[in-house]
Structures are given as C-alpha cells and as structure tokens.
T-cell receptor, first 117, second 113 residues
Framework: AQKITQTQPGMFVQEKEAVTLDCTYD???????LFWYKQPSSGEMIFLIY??????QNATEGRYSLNFQKARKSANLVISASQLGDSAMYFC??????????????FGTGTRLQVFP | DSGVTQTPKHLITATGQRVTLRCSPR?????VYWYQQSLDQGLQFLIQ???????AKGNILERFSAQQFPDLHSELNLSSLELGDSALYFC????????????FGPGTRLTVL
C-alpha cells in the first residue's frame, strides 16, 4: 500500500539559514506524483511544490526545492534562506498512480518547522 | 486565495446531530475531494467526486455521505455525530488527469460537544 513517512515531528532553523524536511514514500507504481503543502497556524493548506515520478530534474519554486531521489524513494523539501513566515506545519503527499483512476492524495504526518531570529 | 470556497468556516454542534458542509470548487475543476484532518488520524482522504459521480472512496464512515451537484458544488453530510468527529474538514478541487496541485479550500472546523 502507498505510504508517506515524515520522521521529523519538529524542526528548528535560524532565520536566513537553509533547512531540509525529510519525506520518504512507498509505492509499487511507476507513475506517481509528490507534493509538499504548508499549513500555517491559520489552518489553510498552501501548495508549495510538485515532482512527477518521471521528471528528471528536481523541482524548484522560488526558495523551495525538492530533492528527489527515486532509488531511495525520498522527496525532501529544501527551504533556502528561511524566513519567520516559514514557521508552519509542512506536509508531504503522494498522488497514487493513474492505475487507481483517482488523483486522491495520501499525506504524511507532517513536520512542524519553527524559524527563530 | 485558492478559488475553492467552503462554508461554514466554523461549526459547533452536539453529539447525535447532523450537519452539512458545503464546497464550491475552482471554476472549471470537475473533481472535488474531501479530506479530514484530526489529531488522531492526521490528514486523510474521505471521498472524491468527478463531474457528479463518485470516483474514489477512502476511510469514510457510513454515517458520512457526500454528493456533487450539476453545478459542481459538493456537500458532505455528517450524521449521528460523535465527539471523535471533531476535526478540520477540507475540500479540494483539481483538473483531473493533470499533474498539478489540488487546490484546497480554507476548511470547515467542526466541533462536536
């Protein structure tokens, strides 16, 4: 069964430093998608970045990059130059393969990131 | 603003009651997904509708039901509510079949007393 694992319940980082949030996944599908979402204390889910299983290059979106290592089944989020506003819960998610005829997402348990001055 | 709207934002009710949560997807999105976020279970998929038809079902209780109407808005009905149903309920929408994100609504926070 598909599964997403986030082993870091909480992370601290100093402002302007880079931080890596870990995510590993388990799937038997060849085609799948990996997502990262940010959830601030206000509760909304904000899309950050997407990586397709066939994408050869790591995805980047501004200060966010996804370190995709397919053989290791990992999809770590790297936030460069952390800002105080980055303090939030971060969720890694996977879209099941197309063979399941649905784009539903499976989420990890999340990592709470706190950025300090 | 994701373009997905959910009402109400907050809902407080008593055990045994029934409530309806409403979601309007982004313009043009045919797929609607419902997710539940609770302290116990984390974020989990409940059900998906595509253009009015049920597409996939997750860990949705029999006391819960959903539908998608011809104008593509969706409603999640929760009945015989229990304390454990207290959670944040998200609706998300997407263009099915494209490798892009699901757009999440702001959520409805349900508190069952």
């Amino acid at each position: 069964a598909q599964k997403i694992t986030q082993t870091q319940p909480g992370m601290f980082v100093q402002e302007k430093e880079a931080v890596t949030l870990d995510c590993t996944y388990d799937t038997s599908d060849q085609s799948y998608g990996l997502f990262w979402y940010k959830q601030p204390s206000s509760g909304e889910m904000i899309f950050l970045i997407y990586q397709g299983s066939y994408d050869e290059q790591n995805a980047t979106e501004g200060r966010y990059s996804l370190n995709f290592q397919k053989a290791r089944k990992s999809a770590n989020l790297v936030i460069s130059a952390s800002q105080l506003g980055d303090s939030a819960m971060y969720f890694c998610a996977m879209r099941e393969g197309r063979s399941y005829n649905t784009d539903k997402l499976i989420f990890g348990t999340g990592t709470r990131l706190q950025v300090f001055p | 603003d994701s373009g997905v709207t959910q009402t109400p934002k907050h809902l407080i009710t008593a055990t045994g009651q029934r409530v309806t949560l409403r979601c309007s997807p982004r313009s043009g999105d045919l797929s609607v997904y419902w997710y539940q976020q609770s302290l116990d279970q984390g974020l989990q998929f409940l059900i998906q509708y595509y253009n009015g038809e049920e597409r996939a079902k997750g860990n949705i209780l029999e006391r819960f039901s959903a539908q998608q109407f011809p104008d593509l808005h969706s409603e999640l009905n929760l009945s015989s509510l229990e304390l454990g149903d207290s959670a944040l309920y998200f609706c998300a929408s997407s263009v099915e079949g494209r490798d892009n994100e699901q757009f999440f609504g702001p959520g409805t926070r349900l508190t069952v007393l």
